[in-house]
């Protein structure tokens, strides 16, 4: 989210003066905002509340939708991509918060609260029970492909690849192991799962993750590290120790799927999330 700078300097003098700290410019406002725990933070209400980007002028000049649309941005090779089941993370949250699992009964009214009314009909034709495990399932990967899977496809990665090489990808080990506390639905390849086979020591947010790779994800776990380690010094993900992985070609649609046993060429990300569904809803 973007905010121009006049926003986002009310904003900051509105927490400043919900925390206590005054509402003024001076030397011990600063400090004292400096000194609040994060108990004094969340206490205050602001935590779901950003994070904003700043068009200050100075360091952001436009949005960053216009940005990457106009090509006013430092061009580099942009690496960029998703886990095929986002969502399932986060509305674990709310089983876990309501103690309620969601009902096929249920389902309907969820996605009309998740996406509104007009465009529940739509939906409900593209995600039915009967291609779902259960209805969680069925809800989060609407949710996925809405939010984490065709947005960026759309306002990121076909608007970027004019401007900048572009290497996208899709994380979708559906076995990774997980360290999120049991919900009736499965986690399958949700948000964060990706990390612990880039970063060998990772333990989860929470630090409880001790549950260890299998051979088959400590081999794709190496590949994936050499891609981002050969991303980072080269600007190209490619070397002669991995699959090869194609860049983003308009014309082509082609994502690198990151799956066992080994990375591989990807065309079906659209069918896969459902695209043509969200980018119609969108009406961009």
Known sequence: ?????????????EFAAAVGCGSDSSAATADCLRSLSTQDIIASGFVDRGP????DGTILSINTAEAIESGQFNKTPVMVGSNRDENTWFYSFTERDTGVVLSAADYPAAVEASFGVAN?????????????????????????????????????????VAHVPVWAYTFTD????????????????????????????????????NKPLSHAQERLSDDMVSYWTQFARTGNPNSRRTPYWRNYKLANDNYQR???????????????????????LSGE
Request: charged residues 20%.
């Open 1 to 13: 989210m973007s905010e121009d700078y006049a926003g986002a300097t009310a904003r900051g003098v």
């Open 120 to 160: 529940a009909p739509s939906i409900l034709a593209e995600y039915p029970l009967s291609d779902y495990p259960n209805p969680s399932n069925a809800l989060t990967s609407a949710q996925t492909g809405n939010g984490f899977g065709c947005q960026p496809r759309r306002r990121g990665i076909k608007k970027l």
């Open 52 to 55: 904003f980007r700043v068009i």
């Open 258 to 280: 990151l799956d066992l046993p080994r990375p591989s060429h990807f065309l079906g990300f659209a069918e896969q999330q459902k695209c043509d569904l969200w980018d119609a």
């Open 174 to 209: 559906r076995t990774a192991p997980n360290y999120f506390p049991p919900v009736s639905f499965n986690y399958w390849a949700a948000h964060t799962l990706e990390l612990q086979f880039l970063f060998k020591e990772f333990k989860g947010a929470g630090g409880t993750l």
